[in-house]
């Protein structure tokens, strides 16, 4: 059975760090681009940042310089990096499968992806 699972989040005061890890079962991670989304309060699911096969990366720019994802593929796993986090950044975290064109040229296109995980709530507070 093809599946994610998300882990990692929590509650992180301004400026500070967490890491959110993806796993996948079920395929072969390194087959294809993954995606992370964040999803606020009463929100769309925004593309935050996707990697490629080749670990290629793409970033909205609002993360730019904070976020960083990586890839162990001997691990099965997609990770997101979030440091210098601030209150915008809150919100539940999924990855997902990127299945249009195996790229991330327009990585924050929902309908692109075909299998996402359940999520994972980060939430920055003081």
């Known amino acids: 059975q093809l599946q994610f699972v998300e882990s990692g989040g929590g509650l992180v005061q301004p400026g500070g760090s967490l890491r959110l890890s993806c796993t996948a079962s079920g395929f072969t991670l390194e087959n294809y681009a993954i995606g992370w989304f964040r999803q606020a309060p009463g929100k769309g699911r925004i593309g935050v940042s996707c990697?490629?096969?080749?670990?290629?990366?793409n970033y909205i720019d609002f993360v730019k310089g904070r976020f960083t994802i990586s890839r162990d593929n001997a691990k099965n796993t997609v990770y997101l990096e979030m440091n210098n986090v601030k209150p915008d950044d809150t919100g539940v975290y999924y990855c997902a499968r990127e299945s249009h064109d195996k790229n991330c040229g327009s990585f924050w296109l929902v309908n692109d992806y075909d299998y996402w995980g359940q999520g994972t709530q980060v939430t920055v507070s003081s």
């Open positions: 990697i490629e096969r080749s670990h290629r990366t």
